[in-house]
Every structure is written in structure tokens, then in C-alpha cells.
């Protein structure tokens, strides 16, 4: 199975570290929390930077059901 980033909205604050750093995957939706918007933009290693860096821990991959 693929793995792909997910944004657990409760947990999120809406920092937007996310969406500085990687600005071509993580956006910010209109209720003030990041989410993911485009999985294919960015490397892996990218990906997995930003989860590590995030302050809350909200970032975590999921399989994609493939």
C-alpha cells in the first residue's frame, strides 16, 4: 500500500509551518487548519521533514487504500 500525508485537523493549531515549508503539498483551509492539497509535489524526504518539524505532531502518513 501507498502511504500518503495527512493533516489530523484536531490536532492541528494552524501554525502553518507546514504550509511555509512546503508550501506545493500543505495549504491553509478556510477553518484555519493546514491541509494536504497536492501529495505528488514534493519528495518523500520533504514530506517527512515537515511532519518531523511540526509542533504538535498533526502531520502522519496513512495508507491510501491501493
Known amino acids: 500500500m501507498t ?7 484536531y490536532e492541528c493549531t494552524g501554525c502553518a509551518l507546514c ?7 500543505f495549504r491553509m483551509a478556510p477553518e484555519g487548519k493546514s491541509e494536504v492539497y497536492a501529495i505528488d509535489k514534493a519528495e518523500k524526504t520533504a514530506i517527512q521533514k515537515v511532519m518531523n518539524d511540526c509542533p504538535v ?10
Not at 502511504?3 to 485537523?9: F, H
Not at 504550509?19 to 503539498?25: C, F, G, N, R, S
Open 3 to 9: 502511504k500518503i500525508p495527512r493533516v489530523n485537523t
Open 57 to 66: 505532531g498533526c502531520v502522519h502518513w496513512y495508507d491510501n487504500g491501493k
Open 19 to 25: 504550509t511555509i515549508a512546503l508550501p506545493e503539498v
